[in-house]
């Protein structure tokens, strides 16, 4: 089946960027997704990329797709401690179906 | 402005138990959704329902059941509740494909229900 992996952690301090990468196995992708998980809360929908795009800006976000290497990454400027949170990377493949991945913990150090 | 919707946060039932979860959404989505999170796994996909009284299997279904008798509400079941089913559990909905306006491209998550079973 599909999957899709992400690093498990990691640690920035306060106005630095933040770079949370993922990789997936579905050659048939069709969109890529960016979500976010605060403390106590469910998963709230950052940004998304179609699978013909190499770059989405949204803001302090950016989305960089290498869709030959299967390699999604969400950068984000200027880190806040408010940017906190589990990000879930996630990808369409077949109708209907949205595989996520591991989450990735993000943590700012002031 | 509340959207999706779960019974409860903390639920602790002892094994062997039927645990009931439920989940409502106010969007008149199509999709619903149940997902376990466990960490280092994260969210796995238990059933999903496309319309009412439909379902299909996701990738975890084995020891779930689920229902959906009305367009907003999707139940989780857990006929018999075992250790290994303690777990967080995220309801999510889905808009359908084509309607004018259509958040298709978001899942809309509820809160989570922190299940412990004893």
């Known amino acids: 089946g599909e999957d899709v992996e992400q690093s498990l952690f990691l640690s920035v301090r306060e106005g630095d960027s933040s770079v949370i990468n993922c990789t997936y196995t579905?050659?048939?992708?069709?969109?890529l997704y960016w979500y976010k998980q605060e403390p106590g809360a469910g998963l709230q929908l950052l940004t998304y990329?179609?699978?013909?795009?190499d770059m989405k800006q949204d803001q302090r976000l950016t989305v960089l797709l290498n869709k030959k290497d299967k390699h999604l990454s969400l950068r984000i400027a200027d880190t806040q401690t408010g940017d906190s949170a589990i990000y879930f990377c996630?990808?369409?493949?077949?109708?209907?179906?949205?595989?996520f991945g591991t989450g990735t913990k993000l943590q700012v150090i002031p | 402005d509340v959207k999706v919707t779960q019974s409860s946060r903390y639920l602790v039932k002892r094994t062997g138990e039927k645990v009931f979860l439920e989940c409502v959404q106010d969007?008149?989505?199509?999709?619903m959704f149940w997902y376990r999170q466990d960490p280092g796994l994260g969210l796995r996909l238990i059933y999903f329902?496309?319309?009412?009284?439909?379902?299909e299997k996701g990738d975890i279904p084995e020891g779930y059941s689920v229902s959906r008798e009305k367009k907003e509400r999707f139940s989780l079941i857990l006929e018999s509740a075992s250790t290994n089913q303690t777990s967080m559990y995220l309801c999510?909905?889905?808009?359908?494909?084509?309607?004018?306006?259509?958040?298709?491209?978001?899942?809309?998550f509820g809160p989570g229900t922190r299940l412990t079973v004893l």
């Open positions: 999510a909905s889905r808009d359908r494909m084509g309607r004018e306006g259509s958040t298709y491209n978001e899942q809309f």
């Open positions: 996630a990808e369409r493949g077949g109708y209907q179906k949205v595989t």
């Open positions: 579905d050659s048939s992708s069709t969109y």
């Open positions: 969007m008149d989505h199509e999709n």
């Open positions: 990329i179609f699978s013909n795009m």
């Open positions: 329902s496309y319309d009412v009284k439909m379902k």
